[in-house]
């Protein structure tokens, strides 16, 4: 394997690193409207990702500047052909940062201030879940790219059929992931709710995952996305019956591997490509995008390095909040009627 393969699939581990760990908190939430009944159940929701959700978008920050360091052709082609979708998922993750950290900011009696960032939650979980079934659908179909690989084609042109499938897949995996870490993460009534949202959502989640594998072997695949597309489809059916059986902690696990094999079978299908174009004589290949072997030694050396450091204290964060939230860990507000105390 050469640098260049070395440093291609390292990317599509770091994707599945991202979306793994960021796809359950986008189920998150998307799911804060459906799942919650009242204040203490919808801070039940939030406090299961509050601790780690920002932790996840490292690998986010970590893939995008690996593309820019290993590949710079492709991230040029990429961040500039696909600039208002990503600048949509930017503004999105944005969003619902900020909503994280000012919804419990506001005047404790103003319930509108809170219902106000919970939205922008929930509206930036499903613009970003979205669009990156968007952009990744397209990366795989290919865009109009001349011979300098730029991107010529207009904004519709990356809202083909497919790439919408691309986005109503991934936004029901996390839908379905999302449901299933809360049920592994509650207790009580959302964990009931949450569990049978998992069971009735699969079917659809089956249905447009199913379709965008098929569509995507069809068309673009081989022998090996093949075996991944299948693998990823034995993991999801196995989640399915992990949540129907009420294992809680086996359906988190088999959904993490769906969502492996599933980005793994996707650059599997890509490569040797890492921008396709619709005129084939103009494909990015790997090789043509790759920076010098120079400045790839180097990078696997910092790679060696720094990796097992995040792994480690990422891992040591999701140990010490490993423990159900239970609706009795919330205090209740304040009740906005009652007398101010005296001094």
Known sequence: MTLVDFWFYLIAVLWIGYFFLEGFDFGVGMLLPVLSRSERERRQLINTIGPVWDGNEVWLVVAAGATFAAFPHWYATLFSGFYLPLLVILVGLIVRGVAFEYRGKGPKADSRWKRRWDWCITAGSWFSAVLWGVVFA??????????????????????????????????????????????LKTSGEVQ?????????????????????????????????????????????????AAVKARRDGWAFVAMGVAIAFMTLAIFVALYPNVMPSTDPQFNLTAVAAASSPYTLHVMTWVAAIMTPVVIAYQGWTYWVFRKRISIKHIPADPDPSAPAPSR
Do not use: C, E
């Not at 109009?144 to 207009?154: A, I, S």
């Not at 069971?199 to 569509?215: C, P």
């Open 138 to 183: 397209n990366i795989v179909r290919g865009v109009p790219l001349d011979k300098n690989y730029d991107y010529v084609g207009g904004l519709g042109d990356l809202f083909s059929p497919y790439a919408l499938l691309g986005g109503a897949a991934f936004a029901s995996v996390f839908l379905l992931h999302g449901a299933i870490f809360l049920s």
């Open 192 to 240: 009931r709710r949450a569990a049978t949202f998992a069971w009735r959502i699969g079917a659809l989640t089956m249905a447009l995952g199913g379709g965008f594998i098929a569509w995507t072997q069809v068309a673009y695949g081989d022998r090996l996305s093949l075996v991944f597309f299948l693998v990823d489809a034995i993991a999801l059916t196995l989640a399915l």
